[in-house]
């Protein structure tokens, strides 16, 4: 069966800093590997995904994101954080094989302070 | 209109009700799902379609009910809830391949609320 760990549930930051919110995952099987982001009283928006390839992947926002296979992770990474880039942070994950639809991770707050 | 609509934005509702959320999407995906979001509580999957037959029903209360007329269209009717059903319904679509489930697209989602 599949499963998300989200390490953090707030990460607090400041303006301009770099930010990393951590993700594990379990699965005995290949995945999909999806990270993303919600403003309050809105839907979730895709940042990025990881599907195969390239293990560093690039999403949208500044953000990017590195599968590491044997460590079972899927950190989320962005280099200098706005205020606006305060929201919560959903890591999620479908298996490779069976009918599986998407499973997410508790979630991060990222408040990034002035 | 691109990508996935719901309706209503906001509902309030009595315990005694029959209410119906509506979800429509434009991209041509071959499943949808139905997810609540509750305060401080992870995002729970209720019920996945793919290719119009359910594939998922996690333990969901039998007050909601899915419909899935096409692969465009997810309804979830409502009846005698309760107030801890009280919460954010999102909605999302995607596709199903050999590898599994591609990205998730969802809509802005239903604020529940039963008085």
């Avoid at chain 1, 560093?56 to 280099?79: C, D, M, W, Y």
């Amino acid at each position: 069966a599949q499963s998300v760990t989200q390490l953090d549930s707030q990460v607090p930051v400041f303006e301009e800093a770099p930010v990393e919110l951590r993700c594990n995952y379990s699965s005995s099987v290949s995945v999909y590997l999806f990270w993303y982001v919600q403003y309050p009283n809105q839907g979730l928006q895709l940042l990025l995904k990881y599907l195969s390839g390239s293990t560093l992947v690039k999403g949208i926002n500044g953000f990017e994101a590195e599968f590491n296979k044997s460590q079972t992770s899927f950190h989320l990474r962005k280099p200098s954080v706005h205020i606006s880039d305060t929201a919560e942070y959903f890591c999620a994950v479908s298996e490779g094989t069976g009918r599986r639809a998407l499973t997410f991770g508790s979630g991060t707050r990222l408040q990034v302070q002035p | 209109e691109t990508g996935v609509t719901q309706t209503p934005r906001h509902l309030v509702m009595g315990m005694t009700n029959k209410k119906s959320l509506k979800c429509e999407q434009h991209l041509g995906h071959n499943a949808m799902y139905w997810y609540k979001q509750s305060a401080k509580k992870p995002l729970e999957l209720m019920f996945v379609y793919s290719l119009e037959e359910r594939v998922e029903n996690n333990s969901v209360p039998s007050r909601f009910s899915p419909e899935c007329p096409n692969s465009s269209h997810l309804f979830l009717h409502l009846h005698t809830l309760q107030p801890e059903d009280s919460a954010l319904y999102l909605c999302a679509s995607s596709h199903l391949r050999q590898g599994g489930f591609t990205e998730a697209f969802f809509g802005q989602g239903t604020r529940l609320t039963v008085v």
